[in-house]
């Protein structure tokens, strides 16, 4: 049995683990700001808070260590570490604290939110290492109807279910889906590609833009090689009807399951290549659209604009030259201007605006790239309208019209088609340079029901 299947009971909130104990810790070396007992709940899937009652073990360190977070609130280290045993004795982590404290009567009582849980688990050593990230998928959304299709898990059948395995960068990527449940798996190996630490977070960068939600894991394993493993239950944002046409993947691609693998698959490398610890800029991106589609049309303008403007720079570098750039010219008359002996700050300014005169501009690339059927020459005209007034402080009309609607639907469009065009771009680079021998495999491997029944205990 997968050690992640022992956070099955704290899939879903709410959920509370009795701790007889349980320390909030400040740094490392310094004695605890509280210890005693309590409980940790699990409220629902997007909140956990937690209640101690306990004693300072030094109170005049705890009073300074109080003190030392209020005093400097935007240092992350002046938070608190909670820690606590439940009663079965298994040593849980509740992540990073600020407690709201009660100081009257004999006890403290200590209570507040907390992010993540977390906790240790030992096995036999396999000599595996990598990394599995668990999803909840609404039951309403087409999300659903796409995994329950493409991955095709099916209890039926002597007791087995189907899984599907794609190949990134060489890697085999394995996608489970619990049609019980409604619980996405996304597994893989670790690889230098793909380290296991980073991966949990990475598989779902692609499933926020593919489908214009906040996806986040809810539970996560990483795998040692000595048979330890690290098991995560995080917080999972709620889905949202709001931002559904932020969607990459639009509903008339349901039946298209390459479509939707080629697209994932072109993203998650992309992820991967940069390396970063936070969210791609692209997967950044699609977040803060996602969320404007909850805000006023000028913010839904404004986000959609900027990131459009943001994708356009990563398929043409900003100082990239047009085809007829004249260096030679272009170098021979800033040598003129530098002879002018006028004020300096316009000298300075006709320098750099000759200096610039043939590099591409964000409207020319885009215009280029709808030449290359990437997006249309309608989106980019509603792209250049609409981003010189917000940009500028105009406001949007609050008010929908058929000709605002527009503007709205081919800035969405146009997102979609640039997006489209670096997952490709992605994807095709790591082809050529051999990372991936495959364009895709497509396997189903019949493997006991345990094994891919993220709620099977």
């Known amino acids: 049995m997968p050690h992640i299947d022992r956070l099955n009971p704290y899939l879903l909130g709410p959920v509370t683990i009795r701790a007889p104990r349980m320390a909030l810790l400040a740094y490392d070396a310094e004695p605890p700001l509280a210890e005693g007992e309590g409980e940790f709940e699990i409220v629902s899937e997007r909140e956990f808070r937690y209640r101690m009652t306990g004693q300072p073990i030094d109170l005049k360190h705890s009073l300074r260590a109080l003190n030392r977070q209020r005093n400097d609130p935007y240092n992350g280290q002046n938070r608190f570490r909670l820690v606590m045993t439940d009663a079965d004795g298994r040593e849980w982590s509740g992540g990073w604290t ?74 085999p990527v394995r996608f489970a889906f619990d049609s019980e449940t409604n619980v996405l798996s996304i597994s893989a190996a670790h690889t230098p590609a793909l380290p296991a630490h980073a991966a949990e977070n990475w598989f779902g960068e692609p499933l926020r833009i593919l489908f214009g939600q906040l996806v986040f894991p809810r539970l996560v394993e990483r795998r040692f090689p000595d048979g330890r493993s690290m098991l995560w239950v995080r917080e999972s944002p709620a889905w949202t009807s709001d931002s559904t046409w932020t969607a990459l993947l639009s509903d008339d691609r349901l039946t298209n399951d390459s479509d939707f693998f080629d697209l994932y698959a072109g993203l998650l490398t992309l992820v991967s290549r940069d390396g970063g610890w936070e969210s ?114 105009r406001l949007v009309s609050p008010y929908s019209s058929e000709e605002d609607d527009q503007i709205i639907i081919d800035l969405a469009g146009l997102l979609r088609a640039l997006t489209r065009e670096v997952a490709r771009r992605a994807l095709v680079s790591s082809l050529s340079s051999g990372a991936a021998r495959n364009r895709e495999i497509l396997c189903i491997e019949h493997v006991p029901l345990i094994a891919c029944n993220p709620t099977q205990s």
């Open 98 to 171: 600020v407690p709201k404290v009660d100081t009257d009567g004999d006890q403290w009582v200590l209570t507040g939110a907390s992010d993540s849980l977390s906790t240790r688990v030992d096995g036999p050593a396999t000599g595996e290492s990598g990394a599995e990230s668990r999803f909840l998928i609404p039951r309403n959304h087409s999300a659903s109807v796409i995994f329950r299709r493409f991955v095709r898990s099916d209890a039926e059948g002597g007791g087995s279910c189907a899984v599907r395995t794609i190949d990134v960068l060489g890697i």
């Open 280 to 393: 791609h800029t692209i997967t950044t991106f699609y977040e803060e659209v996602i969320q404007s589609a909850q805000g006023s049309r000028w913010v839904m303008a404004l986000t959609l604009a900027s990131s459009i403007e943001g994708l356009a720079r990563r398929l043409v570098p900003e100082g990239t030259l047009r085809t007829d750039a004249d260096q030679a010219a272009i170098d021979s008359l800033v040598a003129h201007i530098e002879q002018w002996e006028g004020a300096s700050r316009l000298r300075d300014a006709a320098k750099a605006t000759v200096k610039r005169a043939d590099a591409i501009s964000v409207q020319r690339a885009l215009y280029t790239l709808a030449d290359e059927r990437v997006g249309t020459k309608p989106q980019v005209t509603s792209w250049k309208k609409i981003r010189n007034s917000v940009m500028h402080g």
